[in-house]
């Protein structure tokens, strides 16, 4: 089922078009299954249902785990490097990984969490994250992974969005030259939240922190006390596997929902597929476990395959901007995959980070989170790869589950920017704004998918009819991805960025209506606008654009507690980089914002705003363009 050459990658291609429900039960079964499945796939996109490997009763944990005790039992699963370059490195073999995620399963167990049950888990990038989300799998019960960097307030929406009745944390995180409380975020987020009993604490950092009686538990002492052996439920394949919850254009985030089988088929086939992993290498994905890469590409598709996973708890530039490149050395990595915006960020400290570190270890690169821009890629070619290396530019969402449109790493033939073909079971399309198809090449429209693939979004956790609205009702009978594309005169996919009201900041999903929301609580302030602009390291920045009540006696102290209050409110990942002082937005007639002019503003670009006649005070816009920041 590998593929190893161009040639085949064509043949599987046309082969998961022809006859989907063949090959994907090909792929399937190199699985451990409990049960085997009646049926490979059952969907439709109105309602939408979709089901795959119907029937079929498994438990991840077994294929990530189990089936490798017999001939890797002593092979590193995951090799932890910590915050501190001179602290020792952990590695934890398969055998390891199996007890210890064993015993913290019956820990889990001993405070009654059963299948079906949420957990919230809100760590920081150390082994015991990788361990959690596990042991969840293990017993069935459903992980719910809060990033690191979320406020209280988003740790208590996620909570009780999905109704967890634990919760997973530690004292606190080491986050490069920062200390960050992580227990005490929980603590605070926990006086939101009924349905938690029981919160269990492991040790990072002992700062001090208020345990609760009967409440609050310490890891260490937990796993002391309990059996080694548990074992793996069985979980029918359309059973939840894990909910992430991600940003749309409205509302507050979804909770995204992945089921166990066709998940696990998912990430464990593009993972050795698209990254051409080979028995013994390293592979080191600097994602945070909080997000969708860092749960396919560090814990489920490398251990499924039986890989050595990289888990690295601090920051690219920490102590320096040479940190990536030390750790390549240190552990002989061999797959590298990372963000365009670490690489923009390191690229802008200079090469004297690179030219002292021996990277000759590395045989694949690997982007995802937002568009590379030709600089970044061809800087990381020639000065990681060493013009040695594929260096493949993957695109996929929260939502996919795993990559989509990728080159495989040595096999499809590269062009720079571009993501450049679909995986094999993957149908992409490009509509224009009626849904019309847009057929041949050299042309670009919003991206759609229109045929199931297993690691697809099921529903969004406790509203269906909400999935159903923002991904399968923009052009009916299509899943519409959110973003646009062109495609090129080779049939080459380059995916241009969100069509929505979704920016992407550092490879981060930011809804502007959240970040509006969080602004407009702040005290005095009476409505507020929130775009994305160009940002040279980040991709895009925020740029907020607000109506106060009064105008501000000291703007920048204005600006300076607006950006606490969004760190308080979402995190300060959302924080704006920018806050302009208006006095009125761009409204039309019937109210609504035009967002093209305070893109365009944001942007610098104000010599093409287009056509303004329907607004409501065409004489806003001018005031907006002069005090543009
Ligand atoms: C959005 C999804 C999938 C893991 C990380 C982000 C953008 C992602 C690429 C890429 C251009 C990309 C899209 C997508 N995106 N990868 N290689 N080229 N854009 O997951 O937070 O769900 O965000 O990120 O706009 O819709 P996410």
């Known amino acids: 089922m590998n593929i190893t050459t161009f040639e085949e990658y064509q043949t599987a291609y046309a082969q998961s078009v022809s006859d989907p429900e063949g090959f994907w039960a090909e792929v399937a079964q190199q699985f451990v299954w409990k049960k085997p499945w009646k049926k490979v796939l059952e969907w439709n996109f109105t309602e939408p249902s979709v089901k795959w490997f119907v029937g079929g009763k498994m438990n991840i944990t077994e294929n990530a785990l189990d089936r490798h005790l017999a001939d890797k039992a002593d092979h590193p699963a995951i090799i932890w490097e910590p915050n501190e370059p001179d602290d020792q490195p952990v590695t934890i073999t398969y055998s390891m990984l199996h007890t210890r995620v064993c015993r913290f399963a019956n820990v889990l167990k001993k405070y009654g969490v059963k299948k079906g049950d949420r957990v919230c888990i809100y760590l920081p990038m150390v082994p015991e994250l990788a361990i959690a989300v596990l042991a969840c799998a293990r017993i069935g019960a459903v992980h719910s992974v809060v990033f690191g960097g979320f406020s209280a307030q988003s740790i208590a929406d996620r909570i009780n969005d999905a109704g967890c009745t634990m919760v997973i944390t530690s004292d606190g995180a080491y986050r490069g030259a920062k200390v ?316 241009t960025g969100r069509v929505d009201d979704v920016i992407n900041v550092s490879g981060h999903r930011i809804g502007t209506a959240e970040v509006e929301n969080a602004i407009n609580m702040h005290l005095g302030v009476v409505e507020s606008a929130v775009v994305g602009y160009p940002h040279d390291i980040k991709g895009q920045g925020i740029y907020a654009y607000v109506i106060t009540e009064h105008k501000p006696d000291d703007p920048e102290m204005f600006r300076k507690d607006i950006a606490v209050t969004v760190t308080r409110v979402i995190g300060p990942i959302a924080r704006p980089d920018k806050i302009q002082f208006v006095s009125g937005l761009p409204k039309t007639r019937s109210g609504k914002i035009m967002r093209r002019i305070l893109r365009k503003v944001a942007e610098g670009e104000t010599s093409s705003l287009g056509d303004t006649s329907t607004l409501l005070d065409p004489t806003i816009v001018d005031e907006i363009k002069d005090g543009a920041l």
């Open 180 to 495: 960050i409380p992580m227990k005490s975020t929980v603590d605070d987020a926990l006086e939101k939240c009924s349905t938690v009993k029981n919160v269990i604490v492991m040790t990072r950092t002992r700062t001090p922190i208020s345990m609760l009686k009967g409440r609050d538990h310490w890891w260490e002492e937990e796993v002391k006390h309990v059996d080694a052996i548990c074992p793996a439920e069985e979980m029918d394949a359309e059973d939840t596997l894990f909910i992430l919850y991600t940003s749309g254009s409205t509302g507050k985030p979804k909770g995204v929902v992945h089921t166990c089988g066709g998940y696990m088929v998912y990430a464990a086939y593009t993972f050795s597929n698209v990254f051409q992993y080979q028995p013994g290498e390293i592979h080191f994905c600097t994602a945070d476990i909080g997000w969708i890469t860092g749960h396919s590409y560090i814990v489920y598709g490398p251990l499924c395959e039986g890989a050595t996973s990289l888990m690295f708890e601090g920051v690219p530039t920490y102590p320096d901007a040479g940190r990536f490149w030390e750790i390549v050395e240190k552990h002989k990595v061999n797959i590298l995959y990372t963000a365009p915006t670490a690489i923009r960020s390191l690229m802008s400290f200079g090469l004297q980070y690179v030219k002292d570190h021996d990277l000759s270890s590395l045989t694949k690169l690997g982007s995802v989170g937002e568009p590379i821009n030709e600089e970044a890629w061809q800087w990381m070619k020639h000065n990681i790869g060493k013009n040695n290396c594929p260096l493949i530019d993957t695109w996929w969402q929260t939502e996919t589950g795993g990559i989509m449109i990728t080159p495989i790493a040595g096999v499809t033939p590269e062009k720079p920017t571009y993501a450049t073909l679909p995986l094999p079971g993957i149908q992409p399309l490009l509509v224009d704004e009626h849904g019309n198809e847009i057929e041949g090449n050299g042309v670009s429209g919003n991206l759609c998918i229109k045929f199931p693939w297993p690691g697809m979004i099921r529903t969004t956790y406790g509203d269906h009819e909400r999935c159903k609205q923002t991904y399968f009702s923009t052009y009916p009978g299509l899943y519409f991805t959110g973003d646009g594309c062109l495609r090129d005169e080779d049939g080459y996919y380059r995916i």
